[in-house]
């Protein structure tokens, strides 16, 4: 089981930027594919990027796709999502979650292991 602890969101105006950190704890960190997930309020759950395991192989939903950067660094067990040119519709509560497998995916079912999420509000 890995324990995951996101940071690093907050109030931004539209055309900036912020980046999201989540720190995990356990050793299964560095052999499983990680996810960032969104839910803005009165709406599901929905993907937006992932990255596998060795940090090569990245995926992203069109809606943030030139925008957002999902990047890892094993030694420090911190996964990252570097979002530019932060749009309204990018207001969400922000989850970073734990895949059961190496390989990238989108499907929620795949992640056992999910933090308690970190707000980003984008104003306009």
């Known amino acids: 089981q890995v324990q995951l602890v996101e940071s690093g969101g907050g109030l931004v105006q539209a055309g900036g930027s912020l980046r999201l950190s989540c720190a995990a704890s356990?050793?299964?960190?560095?052999?499983?594919?990680m996810g960032w997930f969104r839910q803005a309020p009165g709406k599901r759950r929905e993907f937006v990027a992932t990255?596998?395991?060795?940090?090569?192989?990245?995926y992203y939903a069109d809606s943030v796709k030139g925008r957002f950067t999902i990047s890892r660094d094993n030694a420090k067990n911190t996964v990252y999502l570097q979002m530019n040119n932060l749009k309204p519709e990018d207001t969400a509560l922000y989850y970073c979650?734990?895949?059961?497998?190496?390989?990238?995916?989108?499907?929620?079912?795949?992640?056992?292991?999910w933090g308690q999420g970190t707000q980003v509000t984008v104003s306009s």
């Open positions: 979650a734990a895949s059961q497998a190496m390989g990238i995916t989108i499907a929620t079912s795949y992640y056992g292991s």
């Open positions: 356990g050793r299964t960190f560095s052999s499983v594919a």
């Open positions: 990255i596998n395991w060795t940090g090569v192989n990245t």
